[in-house]
């Protein structure tokens, strides 16, 4: 164990760690120390861990704490070199610890991670790719985030947690082996079977036979079968000693291996075969062709025509094999006590060489399970160390540095490979594997090195650098500076157009055309400084600049800003489209297009993982690869155009980080070219990456999604007991994931609900899914998950479920509430009914009741007015009297003259006719007035006729003739033609008439001089109004008050019903009845009655 | 028919007037039919004798107004008073005021011509005591102031003494004045004188 003779001042820290994709340098002595990190650490802190397998150095850069840890290769692995990862951190993440080799990318999971325990016993794959692990802590389902576990606690319950063994069968069943409580066969999570296991036995290896039938090896030493209901006890031959591992053959055979060679058991369970070895076998493995490979000591063992071939391992681990993992028949994985190496051998030797270890690993990892699930991850079981992944890099790196050693200009070299211009200083080549071929140290100027910004090979294979405030040219070996005394500023980039011109871009807007014999042909001036150059096949030129795109040709530039498109930032890189379009990337501002002289955007918003784009470079397959901060994104061109055309809301882009081998973008310089291969070489932060897009690893394993459990009540269970939800839940919670184990932190998912949702919710990364208070009804749940490549589930991960109704949700409950309410309804209508007829009866009552109070009092009415009119009358009884003695006193008075001319001797007849005949008129006469009384004084019903009120007051005024002239009062009438009629009772208003003008004759009986009464007949809109008026004395003050109520009266004798009683007439008539001083004296009476049109 | 004469008939009506008129002029009366109070007024001639069937309403001057204007003018025609309505108050007041009769209308022939016969002997015997009072109003018209101090002083019962004490004069003077009085006044003896100047009323 390394010990850390530094260390001080530095805690070892349990957190989690980035992923880093560094590696160290060797060194044969010291070399986990450290000394080389590529970092510029002035004063490292170093402290060695508890747990030994982690050397932790941190330093305070640039402002920040940065950490580095130390990965500490295993013993055996320093004999051939270590590379001592330095991983670089730039803060916490969380995700597990990421370690990084060359060529793989490691992951170690630990019971810090939720592993159960950390001895991972077995590792199995189902077919959709759940993986299992066996552990001492109990068995643990494992999606690349999070371990589901069953154990003593868990449902199903396991009978044991101390699990040795794993295994699957055909059927896809999973056979777990308990230390000493008997097998479990578990199908979709559920226990089916438990088979107990001979007495007094311990399972250490488990294996399902082709046909079906359970093996175990026991801790006695035994190998039993299960046969039907019995076990049978494989061992009936002599033991060749103490076995170690099971592997089946065909045809329900059995290979076990043995401390002397291999066994192989027929399907009864008897020996049937030994190839003896030298060495122990504790390892057995078969590859995909289905050969037996066997871990014999330190070597290796390939059963192939019934002989055992052995291998030896160059250079040999320091320990036995413990695991092992056939790729094909050159390449294997092997697992030892310290470690984890890939072997490879040359077709037909006998000697596998160690092509890499794994050094990332912590010390002692003790390998022993290996798996390789369906994406070619390597998973490896250790025997207490926890669970590792190791992911083959995908993108090769080269001058992989850690620290800030930008590759800050990259073109292809001529003599083969790439030149890249790294931390500004040097220049390196790199082959296409990523060796360093030649170094290239630019000169000093002022003491300090040149710096190169930009690169360019030239059509004459020169290599043109592009510096501050000069360009270099290489011509061959020879290094000079061009003698442009041109006081440039710094170069920006690079290009050469199609006769053989070289442009020269500065960070300050200049441009200059150096011609191919080395002289200066033209100068522009672009506003705002040059990021970027391109030339254009048709011979013009495009210069991209700060929200700026300049196109030059023949001399001319015309200029694009803003109103035609181009986003507000630096346009880092030109790309010429296929279809004459260009592609801008620019830094900030995304993915713009150019096109027919306006630009489209696509950036963040539409599905672009980063806005800050250096480079974009095309493939063959149609697709873009653009540098960016974060990482290296790809995205099919036909996706962008089918956005740009609106055809899609957005891109379903892939991006390559730090899981893939991608570090961030060199600090935005656009560096990076096609090679003439078709490779794309970018720059990072930490050097150069190749990647060959054709053969570009992505992974094709479509993810299967699943389901996992339903929650509701805070209680998760199993999709199958969830097809029934109970009512009222308010949160319902779908817990799902995928076996997508390369990257699962940038798995996808995207889920809806039949039956709620309209459309799929792209929900990110999380697993799972709440809903809240779901009306009863039927839903399917669909799930779909996204590997980190784009790919999408081939079907989505369904679950129909009902979510029950309450009891008053259920239809009949409904229906029978329906009915109660109805019926309750009809009940309270009902009675209501009952209520409104019998109270409508009580009204009806009320009304006929008063109906004939009303009668009643009408008919009192009706003789009350009668009784005024009898009053009226004997009022007015000696005018009448005199109006009726009048004539009979001339009838009396004729015939008596008759009667004496008669009895004279001759008398006239002549005379005694004038006198007949006039006694007849004056009978007449009589009968007139008595016709008239006695119609004003008879009692009658109410009836209402047309009357016009002249009409009336003239046949009025005989009844009173008498009174008026026994008076002396004169009457002036004055009423218009046109007085309209009114409709009333003829007697009544008669009435009201006689009473007026009998009171106004009485009412002027004391006066001396004249005595007039004039009565006046007037006309306003929907009325006519009548006015009495006399000169008399006329109203005292505290008369006139209550001149109208009953029994008031001024007159001796009088009852003082008169004006009571006109009052009620004229107000029954819908009229009014008012009483005033007169103007030049005594009284006015106004009759206002509503109208009628007249007739 | 015991007595005729003239009758004065006012009356408004106009078919009653000339009923009336007919009626009486049947019976041998004299009418003179007006048809208000003021067209009799006009052509009223005390010195006329008659009486007057009057209408106690009328419009204009009434019958009662038309009866006190008439006694205002010192006329003792005697009135009749027709009426349609005669009530009680009215009737007394007319009575007070002098008059024959109030008659209720219609009236019967027999009454009627009652109460004319007897306004006209009324009249009559007015017209004849109004023709011997105005004899002795001459007379006394003819008597010297002192004579007709000794005429009051006689009438009032006084002796000869008695007067020519009152008088200042002498008992003789006295006696030569009875003499000229008692021839002046047609008076035979005091007792005479007594009874003339009852008639003549207080001087």
Not at chain 1, 661 to 668: D, I, R, W
Not at chain 1, 793 to 812: D, M, N
Not at chain 1, 1016 to 1026: C, D, E, F, I, K
Not at chain 2, 12 to 30: F, I, S, Y
Request: glycine residues 10%; contains cysteine.
């Amino acid at each position: 164990m390394p010990t850390a003779d530094f260390a001080e001042g530095l805690t070892h820290r349990t957190g989690r760690w980035n992923r880093g994709t560094g590696r160290g340098a060797r060194d044969p002595d010291h070399g986990w120390l450290g000394q080389r990190t590529h970092v510029r650490v002035d004063d490292p802190l170093v402290v060695q861990t508890p747990i030994g397998a982690r050397v932790w150095a941190g330093t305070a850069a640039r402002g920040r704490f940065r950490r580095y840890a130390l990965g500490v290769g295993c013993l055996p692995c320093r004999a051939v070199g270590l590379w001592c990862s330095v991983i670089a951190l730039t803060g916490v993440a969380g995700s597990q610890e990421h370690l990084a080799g060359a060529g793989f990318d490691v992951t170690v999971w630990s019971i810090a991670e939720g592993l159960p325990q950390g001895s991972v016993n077995g590792i199995v794959q189902t077919d959709g790719g759940e993986l299992w692990l066996a552990t001492f802590g109990g068995l643990s389902s494992f999606d690349g985030v999070r371990f589901r576990n069953l154990d003593l606690d868990s449902s199903p319950r396991l009978p044991s947690q101390r699990l040795t063994a794993l295994a699957l069968d055909r059927a896809g069943d999973l056979w777990i082996a308990t230390q000493t409580d008997g097998l479990i066969r578990l199908r979709a999570g559920r226990v089916i079977d438990a088979l107990p296991v001979p007495r007094q036995t311990e399972v250490l290896s488990l294996a399902i036979d082709d046909r079906g039938r359970p093996w175990i090896q026991a801790s006695a030493g035994g190998i039993y079968c299960r046969e039907g209901d019995a076990w049978t006890d494989a061992m009936r031959a002599a033991s060749p000693g103490r076995y170690s591992g099971l592997c089946p053959g065909p045809e329900g055979t059995m290979w076990a291996a043995s401390e002397r060679g291999l066994v192989r058991f027929d399907s009864a369970g008897t020996l049937v075969q030994h190839l003896e070895t030298s060495s122990a076998v504790f390892c057995l493995a078969q590859d995909a062709a289905g050969r037996l490979w066997a871990g014999v000591g330190k070597g290796l063992g390939l059963v192939a025509n019934g002989e055992l071939k052995s291998f030896t391992i160059d250079p040999p681990p320091i320990s036995t094999v413990s695991a092992l993992l056939p790729v094909d028949e050159n390449h294997l994985w092997v697992g030892t006590a310290a470690g984890l190496c890939q072997l490879a051998r040359e077709p037909g030797q006998s000697v596998f060489r160690v092509e890499s270890r794994v050094d990332q690993l912590p010390s002692d990892f003790g390998v022993r399970w290996l798996l390789r699930d369906r994406e070619s991850n390597v998973w490896a079981g250790s025997q207490d160390k926890g669970l590792a992944r190791l992911r083959p890099h995908w993108v090769r790196g080269f001058s992989i540095d850690r620290g800030a050693r930008p590759a800050s200009a990259l073109t292809a070299a001529a003599e083969g490979g790439t030149w890249m211009a790294r931390d500004c200083t040097l220049l390196e080549r790199f082959d296409d594997r990523g060796a360093n071929l030649e170094r290239l140290d630019l000169p000093l100027e002022a003491g300090k090195p040149l710096c190169a910004f930009a690169l360019l090979l030239d059509s004459r294979k020169r290599l043109w650098i592009g510096s501050q405030g000069c360009v270099l040219r290489r011509e061959g070996t020879r290094l000079e500076r061009l003698g442009l005394d041109l006081a440039l500023g710094r170069v920006t980039d690079l290009a050469e157009d199609a006769v053989g011109g070289i442009w020269i871009a500065t960070a300050d807007g200049t441009l200059r055309q150096f011609g191919p014999e080395d002289t200066l042909q033209a100068t522009f001036l672009i506003e705002g400084g040059i990021d970027s150059l391109s030339p254009a096949p048709d011979g013009s030129l495009w210069v991209g600049g700060a929200g700026r795109l300049v196109r030059l040709q023949g001399g001319q530039l015309s200029s694009f800003g803003s109103d035609h498109g181009i986003p507000q930032a630096n346009v880092r890189d030109i790309l010429h489209d296929e279809d004459g379009g260009l592609w801008l990337a620019t830094y900030g501002g995304g993915l713009a297009r150019f096109q027919g002289g306006t630009a489209a955007t696509i950036t963040r918003a539409q599905g672009l993982p980063n806005a800050s784009l250096t480079r974009v470079l095309s493939d063959a397959q149609g697709r873009l690869w653009i540098m960016s901060n974060a990482g290296l994104i790809v995205v099919p061109r036909v996706e962008l155009l089918a956005v740009l055309a609106g055809r899609r809301t957005g891109v379903d882009a892939v991006l390559l980080g730090p899981e893939a081998g991608v570090s961030e973008a060199n600090h935005g310089a656009p560096a990076g070219f096609k090679a003439p291969d078709g490779a794309l070489v970018f720059g990072t932060v930490h050097g150069g990456l190749r990647i060959d897009p054709a053969e570009f690893p992505f992974n094709r394993v479509r993810p299967v999604p699943r389901i996992e459990t339903v929650a509701w009540d805070e209680s998760p269970r199993p999709p199958d007991a969830a097809r029934r939800v109970p009512p009222q839940i308010r949160r319902l919670r779908f817990d799902y994931t995928t076996f997508a184990l390369s990257v699962p932190a940038q798995v996808r998912f995207r889920h809806r609900l039949l039956g709620f949702d309209a459309r799929w919710i792209d929900i990110g990364q999380v697993r799972s899914a709440e809903y809240s208070t779901l009306p009863p009804g039927e839903y399917t749940f669909e799930v779909e998950a996204r590997n980190e490549h784009g790919l999408w589930s081939a079907e989505p991960a369904r679950l129909a479920f009902t979510v029950l109704p309450a009891w008053w949700q259920v239809l009949w409950v409904q229906g029978l509430l329906f009915a109660v309410l109805l019926g309750g309804l009809l009940l309270l209508h009902n009675r209501r009914v009952a209520a409104v007829r019998r109270r409508g009866e009580l009204l009806l009552s009320a009304v006929e009741g008063r109906r004939s109070a009303e009668s009643r009092e009408w008919q009192l009415r009706e003789q009350l007015l009668h009784i005024g009119r009898v009053t009226t009358a004997g009022e007015l009884a000696s005018s009448l009297a005199h109006e009726v003695n009048q004539p009979l006193a001339a009838i009396v008075a004729n015939a008596s003259a008759a009667r004496r001319k008669l009895s004279q001797p001759a008398p006239d007849p002549e005379e005694l006719r004038e006198i007949l005949g006039d006694i007849a008129a004056q009978g007449e006469r009589a009968s007139e007035v008595i016709r008239r009384l006695r119609e004003f004084i008879r009692k009658h019903e109410t009836v209402r006729e047309e009357l016009s009120i002249a009409q009336l007051l003239r046949a009025t005024l005989p009844l009173l003739r008498r009174e008026l002239e026994q008076h002396g009062v004169q009457v002036e009438l004055q009423l218009p033609e046109d007085l309209p009629c009114v409709s009333a009772d003829r007697i009544q208003l008669q009435q009201v008439l006689v009473n007026l003008i009998h009171n106004a004759c009485e009412s002027l009986s004391g006066v001396r001089g004249d005595r007039r009464l004039h009565i006046q007949g007037r006309t306003s809109p929907g009325m006519v109004a009548l006015q009495v008026r006399d000169n008399g004395p006329g109203l005292s003050p505290e008369v006139a008050g209550r001149l109208f109520q009953p029994y008031v009266t001024t007159k001796p004798g009088g009852m003082g019903l008169g004006l009571a009683i006109c009052r009620t007439i004229v107000e029954n008539h819908g009229g009014r009845l008012s009483a005033a001083p007169a103007p030049e004296g005594g009284a006015v009476f106004t009759i206002e009655l509503p109208t009628r049109p007249n007739p | 028919m015991t007595h005729v004469g003239n009758v004065f008939l006012v009356d408004d009506d106009e078919a009653l007037r000339r009923a009336t008129t007919r009626q009486l002029a049947a019976c041998g009366h004299t009418v003179i039919a007006y048809a208000s109070a003021e067209e009799f007024l006009k052509h009223f001639d005390p010195a006329k004798p008659g009486c007057v069937l009057l209408d106690l309403r009328m419009p204009g001057t009434s019958g009662l107004e038309l009866q006190r204007m008439l006694r205002e003018r010192g006329s003792c025609i005697p009135i009749v008073f027709l009426t349609g309505h005669a009530d009680v108050p009215t009737t007394v007041f007319a009575m007070k005021e002098g008059a024959m009769d109030v008659l209720e209308k219609p009236v019967s022939e027999s009454q009627l011509l009652a109460a004319l016969q007897r306004a006209l002997e009324r009249d009559a015997l007015l017209r004849r005591e109004q023709g011997d009072r105005a004899e002795l109003e001459r007379r006394f018209a003819s008597l010297t102031p002192r004579e007709r101090e000794v005429f009051r002083a006689l009438s009032l019962g006084a002796r000869n003494k008695q007067a020519a004490q009152e008088m200042g004069i002498t008992e003789r003077t006295v006696k030569l004045h009875r003499a000229h009085v008692l021839s002046k006044m047609g008076a035979a003896t005091l007792a005479d004188l007594g009874r003339i100047a009852e008639r003549l009323g207080p001087r």
